[in-house]
C-alpha cells in the first residue's frame, strides 16, 4: 500500500512540475510581415532613387532580405520585415530612417516590437508617409 501511494505521489508530482504558467501557447501564422514608407515631395509627386539606411539606436544596420524587395517602387522604402524579428522584444525599439540624393534628405524614426512569441515584428508609432524637403 504505501508503495501504491508513493507512486501516486511521484506521478502527481510529475504532472504538476510539468504545468507551469510560464510556457506560452505560441501559434504563429505563416504570413510575412514587412512594412514600408511612402516619400513624396512637397507636391505630391513620389520621391525615387533615395540612398537610403536604416538603423537601431545601437547603431545595428537593417537592410531587405529576399529578391521580393525593389528599392524604389513609386517612392515606397523598406523599413522592417519579420526576418528581423529576433531583434526586438514586447518592448518598442526605436529605428531610424535616413534619405538622401541630390540635396534632398529624409529622416523618420519608428518603433517597432513583437509579440511574446517572436512571431513577427509590429510597427507600433510612426508616419506611413513622409514629405521630403
Known amino acids: 500500500m504505501k508503495k501504491r501511494i508513493s507512486s501516486i505521489i511521484f506521478i502527481l508530482s510529475l504532472v504538476f512540475l510539468s504545468c507551469t504558467t510560464d510556457v506560452k501557447d505560441c501559434l ?3 504570413e510575412f510581415r514587412e512594412y514600408n514608407i ?3 515631395d512637397t507636391s505630391g509627386t ?3 532613387s533615395l540612398l537610403t539606411r536604416i538603423t ?3 547603431g545595428k544596420e537593417f537592410t531587405p532580405h529576399g529578391s521580393y524587395y525593389q528599392q524604389s517602387l513609386e517612392g515606397k522604402y523598406w523599413i522592417m520585415d519579420d526576418s528581423y524579428k529576433n531583434e526586438f522584444t514586447v518592448r518598442p525599439t526605436s529605428i531610424f530612417f535616413e534619405g538622401a540624393k541630390e540635396g534632398v534628405t529624409v529622416e523618420a524614426a519608428f518603433l517597432f516590437n513583437t509579440d511574446e512569441c517572436k512571431c513577427h515584428v509590429n510597427k507600433v508609432a510612426g508616419l506611413d508617409t513622409i514629405v521630403a524637403q
Open 56 to 58: 537601431n539606436s545601437r
Open 28 to 30: 504563429c501564422s505563416t
Open 38 to 40: 511612402t516619400i513624396i
Open 46 to 48: 513620389p520621391v525615387d
